[in-house]
């Protein structure tokens, strides 16, 4: 199942250490959780079927803005995205976002790829990130 989530790729931070009474306690990015958010909101928006267990395939593609000025005459291409965020910073923001609806657990991943792009002049979808989630069905013999 392939679905879309609008906006500019958010990747996974830290989590920081507040200073408490205590000692210190984790505070959660909050533009890394509403990323998260709008993931698992677009993943039930569009059914994706919720898988109980078994291995799953995770693919991830996050277009970011295009940096340059568009052309005068013709269309820039899309392009790779080759600075931060990480690539696998973006996959774990991806995976804990679809925690509880697509899959029972981001440990159930077993297989895929995150791809970053920078979107093509004049693309009419902006940024966005694209996301497919399957069974694997293959057994794996070594």
């Known amino acids: 199942m ?52 078994g291995p799953v395939c995770l693919h991830v593609w996050a277009y970011f803005p295009s940096r340059n000025p568009p052309l005068k005459r013709g269309r820039r291409a899309k392009e790779w995205h080759t600075v931060r965020p990480d690539r696998t910073n973006i996959l774990k923001a991806v995976e804990d976002g679809l925690n509880g609806v697509a899959f029972k657990d981001d440990g159930q991943v077993v297989a895929g790829a995150a791809y970053k792009l920078r979107c093509a002049q004049g693309d009419a979808e902006g940024p966005r990130t694209e996301i497919e989630v399957s069974v694997v069905y293959e057994t794996i013999l070594f």
């Not at 989530?5 to 909050?30: C, I, L, N, Q």
């Open 2 to 53: 392939r679905f879309t989530v609008p906006g500019v790729p958010v990747a996974k931070a830290a989590p920081t250490h507040v200073p408490t009474a205590r000692g210190f306690r984790k505070k959660k990015d909050e533009k890394t959780d509403r990323f998260e958010n709008r993931v698992a909101l677009a993943a039930r928006q569009a059914g994706v079927p919720y898988i109980e267990s």
